[in-house]
């Protein structure tokens, strides 16, 4: 195949996508490169996206990562598997087991990437719900509903991708940007891992990253997060019950302790075998 316009246009090429942030793209992402820049590239009219794309892996500037259902993402060659995922959902933010590896608040290496997204806008609610406890009891006694947001490698590496859409925008509450890459900070990522608490391994891999947090973490900022992402169910219970688990005394915690209801909540869904915590009034499983 005659590609002697983008022969003459390599450096330009390779100058211009090692100047972006982004270190994978999408298909749809390199057809808009390619029309974009097709003319400050000098390139042949009867090149089109396809020619470019064939061009970046003959060239090796790029290299074909396959996904189920057919699609494709395509790879710098320093890319990782944290940017294939954000390059799949644009807007996203590296979270939940995700984010623990980030911080280094787990010594698992788990095979999934989790992306959370938001909305894009958000609803205030203007009337105060009241819980009641059956309907509590009802909705914890399920297992926690699982995403079908999921993409998986079909290369030697068997990652897979999960997409979790955020019910509210959440977007600016506790990311950060680390590595050029937005990621939920310390704070957040331990209320995630406490709502969820399947998407990071369970409960006791959530008690192992509030104890290696312990350190670096910062209660008030917390507690902000918690008002700020204004939950119907009492979160703050559980994260104060988690708090002193790992050694703050209830004095350190007046911050959760103060909005503690009368709803006795639960650490994880589907507990079989269970305590109460009466002073947190959660639900924890036998053994914890």
């Known amino acids: ?130 819980l009641q406890q059956e309907n509590v009891d009802k909705a914890f006694s399920k297992e926690q509903r699982q995403s079908s947001d999921i993409y998986k490698s079909e290369m030697s590496d068997g990652v897979r991708y999960l997409f979790l859409q955020k019910k509210h925008l959440s977007e600016n509450i506790g990311v950060i940007t680390i590595n050029e890459k937005k990621v939920t900070d310390i704070e957040r990522t331990l209320i995630d891992i406490s709502v969820r608490p399947s998407y990071s391994g369970g409960v006791f891999e959530v008690l192992t990253a509030f104890e290696s947090a312990k350190d670096r973490l910062n209660l008030e900022k917390l507690n902000t997060y918690l008002n700020e992402l204004n939950y119907i169910y009492p979160y703050h219970q559980l994260i104060g019950f988690y708090l002193e688990k790992v050694g703050y005394k209830k004095s350190e915690l007046t911050l959760f302790s103060d909005k503690i209801t009368s709803i006795n909540f639960y650490l994880t869904y589907n507990l079989s075998k269970k305590r109460l915590d009466d002073f947190w009034n959660i639900y924890y499983p036998i053994g914890f």
């Open 1 to 130: 195949m005659r590609i002697e316009s983008f022969k003459r246009a390599k450096t330009e090429i390779i100058s211009y996508l090692n100047s972006m942030d982004l270190n994978a793209f999408t298909t749809r992402d390199l057809n808009n490169i390619f029309y974009q820049k097709k003319e400050d590239w000098r390139i042949a009219d009867y090149r089109n996206s396809y020619n470019f794309r064939e061009f970046l892996l003959e060239n090796k500037i790029i290299s074909l990562y396959q996904l189920s259902d057919k699609k494709k993402i395509w790879k710098k060659n320093n890319a990782t598997n944290l940017d294939v995922g954000l390059a799949i959902k644009k807007g996203g933010y590296l979270s939940y087991y995700t984010s623990l590896q980030i911080h280094e608040l787990t010594l698992q290496i788990p095979k999934t990437i989790y992306v959370s997204y938001d909305k894009g806008y958000t609803s205030k609610r203007t009337t105060e719900i009241i």
